[in-house]
């Protein structure tokens, strides 16, 4: 499994994406309002933010075993807007990885065999409709 690490308050985090982390986010998305699929491809650059955080706090899982996900939920909360580019970008680097190498460069950032830009080469945000907040 490969890792996508950022730092949040000083720590470092790694992010992951395994089967059981992807499962765990799709359900609580879809109990939250979203409406997901994994196995139809989830357009991860294009969620919501409450649905960022919860995909977010089940990347921790696999390298944070001892944070639970309502402490990863809560420390995603805690961040001001100027960390809510590492936590869009950590989550979405993470979920192409777990597509594996060849799957990210066929379907994009995404995964899902949309046309959205990777990571690399957004510019500002990378999370949906967010605001580039960059000063100009």
């Given at each position: 499994m490969e890792f996508t690490e950022i730092e949040l308050e000083g720590k470092k985090y790694r992010l992951a994406f395994d089967l059981g982390a992807m499962a765990r986010a799709e359900a609580l998305a879809n109990k939250a309002g979203a409406d997901l699929s994994v196995l139809r491809?989830?357009?991860?650059?294009?969620?919501?933010?409450e649905a960022m955080i919860i995909f977010f706090a089940c990347s921790l899982q696999a390298a944070q075993p001892e944070l639970s996900?309502?402490?990863?939920?809560?420390?995603a909360k805690r961040q001001k807007m100027k960390s809510l580019g590492a936590i869009c970008e950590g989550t979405l680097s993470a979920w192409v990885k777990s597509m594996g190498t060849e799957d990210a460069e066929k379907n994009g950032a995404t995964g899902?065999?949309?046309?959205?830009p990777s990571a690399e080469s957004s510019t500002g945000s990378t999370c949906g409709a967010l605001p580039d907040t960059t000063p100009s």
């Open positions: 491809g989830v357009d991860i650059g294009s969620l919501k933010l996900y309502e402490d990863a939920g809560a420390l899902t065999g949309t046309s959205s």
